[in-house]
Each structure stands twice: as C-alpha cells, then as structure tokens.
C-alpha cells in the first residue's frame, strides 16, 4: 500500500508527535509513522519528566532557547491537553563551597537565556523552601515543572489526530529515496510505502540510522542509558521542590538526584553509562543496589520497602565518552537534501522543548510548502486532568450517576475505575498493549504492579476485542503476553 502526503514525520516520541500537533493547526495533508505500537514508546517515555527552567545551557544555543520558549508554552499547551504540570521549582544545591561558583554561573547563564526569576539563596530561605535540605548555597528556579512524559506525547499524538493527521503505528521505516520528482519514498518494515514532499526526522536514538537511509552520514549517536527507581506513594509531599546537585564538569547528566512525579511517586537516578545498544532498556543488580544507597543518603524517611519498580532510558547523545558533556541540537532544514528536516540529537531537555522545537520546524515546513491556517483545528482534548480518585466525593457521586463503571474499582492500589480503563482501552490511536493500557490509565502502576488489575484488564480487552490469548501484547510483537489456553476450552476443572 502506498500513502501520499504532504509532509510524513518519522518517529513517535514527544518531539515528532509535537510537531503533528502544531502541523495540524494548518490545512495539510501530514502523518507521522512509528515503528512501535504506540507514541511514546522510546525515550519520551523513559526519562525524569522535568519541565527544565533553561539555565543550564549555553547562552545562544539551540538547547538554551527550545528549552527556555517550550518551558513558557507547557502551561497552555497542558491546560488544553488536559495533562498534569506542577510548578514546583527547583532547587540545585552547592553541597559545599567548591560547588558555589557553578551556582553563580548558571544564574548568569539563566540571566542572559531569559529564566524568569533564578537567584542564589542561601540556608535559611533554601530550608524554608525545603525543610531540612542539606547544602551551603543553591541556585532557586521558580520555573521548573513536572509534567508526565508520557501523559504529554500521548495527549499531544491523540489531538493531533482529532484535528486530522494519520498516525501509522507498527510501521518501522527502512529505507527513503529521493525521487526524481522532488517527493521522498519512504519505504516500511511490512512493504508499505509514503511518499511526502517533506519528511522529518524525529527518530531520536535512531535519528542518525534515518540521516543514513536519506544518504546523510555525518552524525552518530552514542546511547547513554539511564537507570532509574520508583518510589511508593508513601513519600507523597516528602519532596516540595525539585533538588538537583550542582553539576560536575563533563557529567553526562545531573547525577542522582529525586524527582517527584505528577502523581505522587519519588523517582531516583538516572545513572549515566554509554552502551552500543540503543535499546537496552536493562535495570542492573549493581545500579540498583546503588541507587538504593544513594536514595537513602539522600532522603532518609525512605524504606526498603518503598521501591516498588525500576526502568531505564537512554539519552541520544552526540558527544562519545570521552568526551562526555553535551553537544548541541540539530535542528536544521537540509539544503543539500531538499525537503528533509533534521533533528539530531535530542538529548534533555527535549521534553521541555518539544513544543518549542515543533514551533521552529512548522517554521521550516513553510520553506517548502503553504500552511494555511485551519479554521476547525481545535486545542482542547476532551476529557479531565485528574483521575477518578483525585476528585470530590460530590464530583465522584455525579459521575457514577451517569455511568456506573465509575463506581467499579479495576486498579486497587491506584484506585482507578472501570470506566477510566475502558477509556484507555478504546483511545483514539488505537494502541492495544498492556503498556498502553497502563500509559492512558495509570492501572498497574501501583505498589503491586498490576498483580491484582492485569487480569481484570485482560478480560476487559477479551470482551471489547474477541481477543484470543496469543493476541495479547505487553509492549509490542516482541512481548506476547499468553502462549495459549492452559486446558481446552471447557474442559473440566
Ligand atoms: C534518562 C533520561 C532522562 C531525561 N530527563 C529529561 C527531563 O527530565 N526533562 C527533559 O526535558 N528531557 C529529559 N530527557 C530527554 C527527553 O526524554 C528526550 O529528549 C525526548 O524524549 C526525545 O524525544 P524524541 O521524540 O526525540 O525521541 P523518542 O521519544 O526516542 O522518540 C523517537 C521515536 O522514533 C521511533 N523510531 C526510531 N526509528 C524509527 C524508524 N526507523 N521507523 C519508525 N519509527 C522510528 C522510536 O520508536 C521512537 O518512538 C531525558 C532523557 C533520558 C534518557
């Protein structure tokens, strides 16, 4: 099967499904092709879901201005979405007076990038911030946030579609040409091709594979894999601000640190160790015991008990080991490749500056083709920003009035209703995995990890789909969840 478009983005992640979203404010005809089953599948999904302030970049780079333009956008792009943001600041703490000077020199570099608001404070304010808080000095950036990565590309994927661009999931690009009337062939995995007069490269750790199929060979990734543990809900509000040490020269990222989430667990990590592999998404025995001792040292209320699950992401860095540090983002529109926009790169604070990035290559689509504004394009994604549990009893008795699968708990540790899984198994993209399940509808996602709802979403998606038990997927085609039926069909007990 062939498709035609006008513009066909390569990659799921929050940068290319942000840059479908901004492409479907205009009247064209665009779509984006994911090799997995679902947006959000790489390292959108896989990271600390920290909206960054920007004064950790260089003044006049491309980190330092998508970072600090996408940080002042998630506000209204959130509200309109209907995803989670929290404004809770940060503060990035000098242990001792060595660390200081680093202090000052992000607060003039936030200066010159625009960060609303960033001043060296000292004990008695840091500690009225955070009680308790261990440090000489730290830099406090009011505009710091967190966000749910994942919540943020799914909303942005599912509103880009309502206002009219075709998602192709399961389609893993293979091979692009250039054809002699100025269209890119984009050739997939299955023997489905797209032609587009403009492609994007939005592929993240594998952007420099895309670059290559397209005949650019300049770039290479080198993947940095960052383990991580989650933390119960307990801790809840143990955490006002965000607290980041102050960084070292080279690091290849802030070094452990503990990340609140949206919805109330405690991350801590990542770790930073470069491997060939871009997707080796492994929890090691060592990292972890690690980062149970650092964990600890850090927030000592923490309990053995409390570390209820672990994942790993990996940073798209174009900078090798030995070099560490960071290079800058790619974002460029090719002269010599006409029609092919380039994002390389794509390393932190890319979530922050998705909205931004997509902004700036909308710009660049516009070098090739007319965007005319469409008058029906419409911002706001239907649904509530809370879940179930987080509303008023009243709110709750009026919801179960009008549909009673509110009042059936399938998620007992989140406490997520029958009608929200419902909801996450009929989304729009049509991405059928347990994990998508689980992204939409926070169910599993608790201190017991789906031991007690995973059988119950499983009947669910029988009953919805017809399903039989080989055609249940964790993640994708490589993780069935059943091998078949234990005894025949109606077979005795
Ligand atoms: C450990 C870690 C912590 C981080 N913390 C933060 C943070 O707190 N704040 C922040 O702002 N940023 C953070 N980042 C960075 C942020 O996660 C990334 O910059 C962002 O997710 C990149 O998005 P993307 O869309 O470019 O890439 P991805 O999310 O990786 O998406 C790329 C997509 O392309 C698809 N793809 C690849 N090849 C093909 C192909 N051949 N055909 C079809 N599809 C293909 C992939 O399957 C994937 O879905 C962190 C990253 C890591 C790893």
Redesign the pocket.
């Known amino acids: 099967m062939n498709s035609k478009y006008e513009v066909l983005i390569?990659?799921?992640?929050?940068?290319?499904?942000a840059i479908a979203r901004e492409l479907s404010k205009y009247s064209v005809k665009a779509a984006l092709?994911?090799?997995?089953a679902d947006?959000?599948?790489?390292?959108?999904?896989?990271?600390?879901?920290?909206?960054?302030a920007g004064f950790k970049y260089a003044p006049g780079s491309m980190r330092a201005f998508v970072?600090v333009k996408g940080n002042a956008m998630m506000d209204d792009l959130c509200r309109d979405l209907k995803v989670k943001l929290k404004r809770i600041g940060k503060l990035t703490v000098a242990l001792d007076r060595e660390d200081e000077p680093t202090l000052h020199k992000m607060k003039e570099n936030g200066d010159a990038n625009g960060v609303p608001g960033v001043r060296v404070i000292y004990q008695d304010e840091m500690r009225k911030i955070q009680p308790g808080v261990e440090g000489v000095a730290a830099l406090h950036s009011p505009t710091s946030a967190i966000v749910s990565?994942y919540n943020l590309?799914i909303g942005l994927a599912e509103n880009a579609l309502a206002n009219g661009v075709n998602f192709h999931l399961g389609?893993?690009?293979?091979a692009i040409e250039h054809q002699a009337d100025g269209d890119w062939l984009v050739r997939?995995a299955s023997g489905d091709t797209f032609s587009a007069k403009v492609i994007i490269n939005?592929?993240?750790?594998?952007?420099a594979?895309?670059c290559k199929m397209a005949g650019i060979n300049e770039y290479r990734i080198y993947p940095?894999?960052?383990e991580?543990y989650i933390l119960d809900k307990r801790l809840d509000g143990t955490l006002k601000c965000l607290i980041y040490p102050a960084p070292k020269k080279h690091a290849a990222?802030w070094g452990t640190h503990l990340?609140p989430t949206v919805d109330g667990n405690i991350l801590i990590?990542?770790t930073a160790e470069y491997l060939d592999d871009p997707e080796d998404f492994a929890c090691t025995a060592e990292i972890m015991a690690q980062l149970r001792r650092e964990g600890q040292m850090l927030l000592p209320a923490m309990r053995g008990t409390d570390f209820i699950r672990n994942f790993?992401?990996?940073?798209?860095k174009q900078t090798p080991p030995e070099v560490g540090g960071n290079a800058d983002f790619v974002i460029e529109d090719r002269k010599d490749h006409k029609g092919f926009i380039n994002?390389v790169g794509?390393?932190?604070?890319?979530?922050?500056?998705?909205p931004a990035i997509a902004d700036m290559v909308s710009g660049m689509v516009k070098n090739h083709i007319t965007l005319t504004p469409d008058p029906a394009f419409n911002p706001v994604r239907p649904g509530m920003v809370d879940f179930f549990e987080e509303l008023s009893p009243e709110e709750k008795a009026d919801l179960i009035a009008q549909d009673p699968n509110y009042g059936e708990i399938i998620c007992r540790c989140e406490k997520i209703t029958k009608r929200e899984v419902l909801d996450a198994i009929q989304n729009p993209l049509g991405a059928r995995t347990l994990v998508s399940i689980k992204y939409r509808g926070r169910a599993s996602m608790g201190r017991c990890q789906g031991g007690f709802c995973i059988p119950r979403i499983v009947r669910l998606m029988r009953d919805e789909f017809g399903w039989k038990p080989e055609d249940f997927l964790k993640r994708g085609k490589t993780s069935p969840m059943f091998v078949g039926n234990m005894r025949p069909k109606g077979g005795a007990a």
């Open positions: 390569i990659g799921g992640g929050v940068v290319g499904c092709i994911e090799k997995e947006v959000s599948m790489g390292a959108s999904c896989r990271n600390s879901g920290v909206c960054h970072a990565p590309t389609q893993e690009v293979t997939a939005a592929a993240g750790l594998f952007a594979e895309v940095c894999r960052g991580y990222g990340t990590g990542p790993a992401g990996s940073r798209a994002l794509i390393e932190s604070p890319g979530l922050t500056s998705a």
